[in-house]
């Protein structure tokens, strides 16, 4: 028993080792490899006098435990956001991820994962350092046997292809990343402090724009991928058709997102202040900041100016920042119907809502940033489309089927089905803002359309980038003329060389263009 305990915590301690921290390469292969990391440990223990041993093999498995919960966490967030975990700016996001939990399987999940995950972290480092300790000890009890083993391991690790140095690089990038972490607070600051349009005055922002109603809308996960999705491409052209029969064009490119897989607040802040956000610590820094938004140079140019947020369902004293006249949070649109998987409320009815609201009862001209949802994992259920009239206070939607299924998490479920049920959710926002145009729509109405970032992995596999989508549409020639040197191609699909620009460019570009 004493030697298959030896033998356990062996196998405990190359798992901790040889555990890839990238999604991708966890496969049965990463584990045929030799840790050149183990070697070189049990060299430390042979060398240390007897009574140093045992607490060196505690700090050392310690330490290795850590590591360990640390790659889990690099795999989640590979997963989801296509990067690690960063040990300095990242700790807010897992809230986010509590409450993706929450909504997609229930509350009691929600406190069910935060509490195993607890535990998981507790039983980590437990077993880890006690394999340790447990092969610390057999290092000391059978020296010769140990020397040898070093020996062969040292061989293998410098003969064999498959021989691997990840842990080791592992805890180098982390190290680089907390040291640039701990700097990036003051370096943005510099940054943000910077504004060229910070002090323009109002009669010179936007003055080609004067009189009409301006909409950036945002469409949840609506990426790059989704362009090449055969579903989304047959409704963006069906769409470019609809709309050209009733008088108006698009031209359109690609935005490079700050974020992908979640994080739509890091991207909407990115495009409204003209600054690189790509973590929670600048977003932070940007809220407490006085820098110009697309909405506050529209409502320093005389437009009333709103945010239309079905996402938010708690207190956000961070809009203040964006200073909108008004904020509709999902408490303020009136809806009463049920939530189709994660969205609060279907696109059509925050639209719906919109024009009642804003558009329909005003003489002013109204820029609003609306936010849509229904294209938010886990791409299930969604809801049916209605005549605009029939919408009402959402209460319809509580006949639909759809309405009653439960949503489901996108992990767990066949790539092949997440992939379609993303498919047919991006088709959805698609028609729905095309019915909008189709139906609201006048001359003095110009749309900005974009996604916020690209989908999670389990959709748009390994290397995708951070690209999405980004349209204008009018139907007035002169706001797309304007347009003319970004070189953006007709249509709202955008084609596969249009041009690609970091979404902090877009508002300088915006205003620079309109103003």
Not at 448 to 465: I, K, M, N, S, W
């Amino acid at each position: 028993m004493a030697r298959v305990r030896t033998a356990l915590s062996a196998l405990v301690v190359l798992f901790a080792l040889l555990l890839p921290a990238d999604f991708d390469e966890l496969t049965p292969s990463a584990f045929l490899r030799v840790p050149v990391e183990a070697p070189a440990a049990v060299v430390l223990l042979l060398v240390l006098p007897a009574r140093r041993r045992r607490p060196v093999a505690a700090v050392g498995g310690a330490l290795l435990g850590l590591l360990l919960v640390v790659k889990f966490l690099d795999i989640g967030f590979d997963a989801v956001l296509y990067r690690p975990f960063d040990l300095v700016l990242d700790w807010p996001l897992l809230t986010p991820a509590v409450d993706y939990v929450d909504v997609t399987a229930g509350r009691a999940a929600a406190i069910g994962a935060v509490a195993l995950a607890a535990v998981a972290v507790v039983a980590v480092l437990v077993l880890v350092t006690r394999s340790v300790l447990r092969l610390g000890g057999a290092v000391g009890a059978h020296r010769g046997a140990a020397v040898r083993a070093v020996a062969v391991a040292a061989v293998c690790a410098m003969s064999l292809p498959v021989a691997s140095h990840g842990t080791s690089e592992l805890v180098g990038d982390h190290a680089r990343a907390v040291r640039a972490g701990l700097h990036d607070r003051t370096a943005f600051a510099a940054e943000s402090a910077v504004d060229a349009f910070g002090d323009v005055p109002g009669d010179r922002l936007l003055t080609s724009l004067r009189g009409k109603d301006v909409l950036v809308v945002f469409v949840e996960s609506y990426g790059r991928g989704a362009v090449e999705d055969a579903g989304v491409a047959a409704a963006l052209a069906d769409g470019t058709r609809r709309l050209a029969g009733r008088g108006y064009a698009s031209r359109s490119a690609f935005l490079t997102s700050p974020t992908a897989g979640g994080g739509s607040w890091l991207a909407q802040a990115t495009l409204l202040s003209g600054l690189w956000v790509d973590n929670q610590q600048r977003y932070r820094t940007l809220v407490a900041s006085d820098r110009l938004t697309l909405g506050g140079a529209f409502r320093r140019a005389g437009w009333r100016s709103v945010g239309v947020m079905p996402g938010i369902t708690q207190t956000w004293p961070e809009g203040l920042f964006f200073d909108y006249d008004r904020i509709y949070a999902a408490a303020d649109l009136g809806y009463r119907g049920p939530r189709f998987g994660y969205a609060t409320m279907p696109d059509q009815y925050v639209l719906a809502e919109l024009e009642r609201a804003e558009r329909g009862p005003r003489d002013e001209p109204v820029m609003a940033v609306v936010t849509l949802l229904s294209s938010h994992a886990p791409w299930t259920p969604l809801p049916e489309a209605l005549p605009w009239d029939g919408v009402g206070d959402g209460s319809v939607f509580g006949g639909m089927r759809a309405g009653a299924v439960p949503p489901e998490t996108i992990f767990g479920r066949d790539p092949v089905e997440v992939r379609a049920d993303y498919g047919r959710s991006v088709e959805y926002s698609v028609d729905t803002i095309v019915s909008y145009l189709e139906t609201y729509g006048d001359d003095d109405l110009v749309v900005v359309l974009l996604g916020d970032h690209q989908p999670a992995q389990v959709v748009t596999g390994e290397g995708a980038g951070r690209d999405v989508p980004v349209t204008v549409v009018s139907r007035d020639r002169s706001v797309l003329a304007r347009t003319d040197p970004w070189g953006w191609t007709d249509g709202l699909t955008p084609a596969a060389g249009a041009p690609v620009r970091p979404m902090s460019a877009f508002r300088d570009q915006f205003l620079g263009t309109f103003g």
